[in-house]
């Protein structure tokens, strides 16, 4: 049916084996969330091009869609591909309204695509995973607690370098620098949202010149900005900073209860990073970002915080909080470096065929095996055993089962040993029940 | 962020409960085709517009992309969102046949998209779930009997009405028209391939003007296309027609080999229906289709075949043989007709805050049962107790865990029964484990 082969730049496909890797990924993320009452939804992968504009920066980057066989040849219709998954479920909210429960904890698992420039090495379809508690009208606080912990242990369960959630609260960079007299405390959180990129003398300068900050001023925020703590310490390290505001006071103990919410975790890290001010205009106090050990590169592969105002239809208001982990970036880059898994497939077992005459036997044997839960296939061909065990190996399922005459036998491969079985009972180890996530010692190749 | 709601025609979306029947569906699919040893893949979502535009018929409902900025206005970007997943399934074998090992037996379960003409109430997008088992160079016939075993088990374990699977083989068609002395068989079948739309005796007498058969023929056509059984029986009521052909002998044998494999499973019917032609001409033997009871007006769900020629890169033909399921088709259609979940949330307990000084004990005490696998939430406000099983009631969560002075008590609210509980070890009844897919009596909004 296909005649040639078209790798495309920007939309990474992975091999079967690797393709597992996203999967025990993508099971992990759900079985955390729904532990926490978070109902999985799915949205439609278009929207109407007005909304999928309204947003800014990113709708640049939109890929629009048209008919082929329209009538009027180049007439768009008026179809975007979703960008984020946060804009569609905003618009899901509101056309559901009368039919949801609220607080409405969802979930969302999702491609997004980007209309970026190819060559350019970036993702232009990818994965993301969302979790959101919307409120109708308001939106308790312990809320923005609640899904800092769930991602901390969504992260914390993934088989992935270990990551460090980065909490800050906007009230308490809009308080302090309202504190210091700052006059736009707008400008200055878009100047800090550069720390990464920009050297901390450059900054020094960019807040005098383009967030209207006198030195002394610049030398305070840049203090505020320097402040990381593991623990809910941080507050007194900022009030010995000497500013004070009501807006501060409040953000300091949001964010120390969210601290204080997420201990106790093991495999991740949560700090208080009072550097992440996350230049987006539509959060309004917690804000989080990620970054994952030895992947500083990527940046934040997970980010997101509270916002007041998720969706509006004029008369009610429904605020927000909720994160979104950039699956594909994530996943993608490791399977670059060779994270992989031990089997292509499934199976556990390959039950042997002695002949094709017996074949039906051998069936039989599978089909005993799989009312017990086992994943098996049956060997394509009656070839030598030799070379039914070798194809066994090579996708890495770990057991072949034979018919002798005194009874079928089960042989582990990885060990040669070899064992009278009842394939009606026989159940592997637990930990050969699925494949494993593994680490391969050679850069695997993927797109 | 948003400001007014869009349904789309076209774009059906569900709501949490109704998810549920989709991700449960999803996930008896998904364990079905695992336990036979199929991998699962995805591919991308965009194929080149020329790699589209190579079957035919449906290269008419393609959605091409177009960068919003892109320089040239109107220029496309040569993308077209996929169709179905033969196409890019046979591209990624193609692409990756050197790391892949043959016969590749994978899974695919993702959306699809034609652009349709808006106002016909056809799907634009829907989820198709998809196996193939794919050789290099050869496949022997045995993967037929296996590929209809796995669809037919899989059907069997959904929670939808009974299908059947229709089978029949095209080489029975050919042969027996050949044998019939019939010159062109294939404009015959893209007749028979009719029978469901069209009268039989209107379809004698096009058998005659579009086919080229003579009256005495196509009144054996027709013969052929009235045998249907539910088991081999049909080789003899063939062989009464008096017809004989080394490719209807060569059919027959393997329609019975076909049938015969798919005996003993409860829960579907598998028959052999010699009036299944499938129009498309890449089908090269077995081919498939499937009806849903009550649910006739759907045509088949689930549909495919054996094609000699899944893709070829000039040197090597890939062979394979697939069955694809029409998954969104089957869900909207069962979901508007009141099928859904008992609950809109996975949780299982809903912990009761007291007052808001104590939600931290309430915590707690959801960590306990976290721990022990027991999805749960904790109230979002602490109201009185009978608001709160209320709240529990409008989600369908079965049970509510409170704080009392002698200790942790948990109520079943369908039953009121009310006992002290260790939230460290309790666990709900296997039954309430995940929501249940319910008929509901009253016909459910959806797009």
């Not at 729904?34 to 999928?52: C, K, M, W």
């Not at 009501?246 to 201990?263: K, N, P, R, S, Y």
């Not at 008369?315 to 470096?337: A, E, Q």
Request: proline share 5%.
């Amino acid at each position: 049916m296909a005649g040639k082969s078209s790798p495309l730049s920007g939309f990474p496909e992975l091999l079967p084996a690797q393709r597992f890797v996203e999967t025990e990924i993508v099971e992990t993320l759900s079985r955390t969330f729904e532990l926490h009452g978070f109902a999985n939804i799915e949205t439609r992968a278009v929207e109407p091009l007005d909304q999928l504009l309204t947003k800014g920066e990113t709708s640049k980057e939109v890929y629009v869609l048209r008919r082929l066989q329209e009538d009027e040849a180049g007439k768009d219709s008026g179809l975007g591909l979703h960008f984020d998954l946060t804009v569609p479920f905003a618009r899901y909210v509101l056309e559901n309204a009368g039919k949801l429960s609220f607080p409405f904890r969802r979930y969302q698992i999702q491609k997004v695509w980007r209309g970026e420039r190819p060559q350019q090495g970036r993702y232009r379809e990818f994965t993301q995973a969302d979790i959101d508690v919307v409120g109708q009208g308001d939106l308790p606080f312990h809320h923005d607690i609640e899904v800092a912990r769930v991602m901390a242990e969504a992260l914390a369960a993934l088989p992935i370098p270990r990551a460090t959630l980065q909490i800050n609260n906007r009230k308490i960079l809009e308080g302090f620098y309202r504190g210091l007299g700052i006059a736009d405390p707008e400008a200055v959180m878009r100047v800090v949202d550069k720390l990464d990129k920009v050297p901390a003398e450059k900054l020094a300068t960019l807040l005098v010149s383009d967030g209207g900050a006198t030195a002394a001023q610049a030398e305070s925020v840049l203090a505020l900005a320097a402040i990381r703590t593991e623990d809910s310490s941080f507050v007194s390290q900022v009030r010995d900073l000497g500013v004070s505001h009501d807006l501060l006071t409040e953000g300091l103990d949001e964010l120390a209860q969210v601290i204080d919410g997420c201990q106790g975790i093991d495999g991740v890290d949560v700090v208080a990073d009072l550097r992440i001010a996350r230049g987006l205009d539509y959060y309004t106090g917690t804000v989080f970002e990620t970054r994952l050990a030895g992947y500083e590169q990527l940046g934040s592969i997970c980010s997101g915080g509270r916002y007041d105002r998720l969706a509006s239809d004029g008369r009610t208001t429904y605020p927000g909080v909720g994160i979104s982990l950039g699956l594909s970036r994530v996943v993608v880059s490791l399977v670059g470096d060779g994270l992989t898994s031990d089997r292509s497939v499934p199976s556990v077992v390959l039950v042997a065929v002695s002949d094709e005459d017996s074949r039906a036997a051998s069936d039989a044997l599978a089909t005993q095996l799989r009312a017990n839960g086992v994943p098996c296939e049956v060997a394509a061909a009656a070839d030598k055993f030799g070379k039914q065990i070798r194809y066994a190996e090579r996708r890495g399922i770990p057991y072949v089962l034979f018919s002798t005459e005194t009874g079928p036998q089960i042989k582990d491969i990885r060990s040669g040993d070899q064992v009278d079985v009842d394939p009606a009972t026989w159940t592997p180890p637990p930990a050969d029940v699925r494949p494993r996530v593994i680490q391969s010692n050679e850069k695997k190749e993927q797109q």
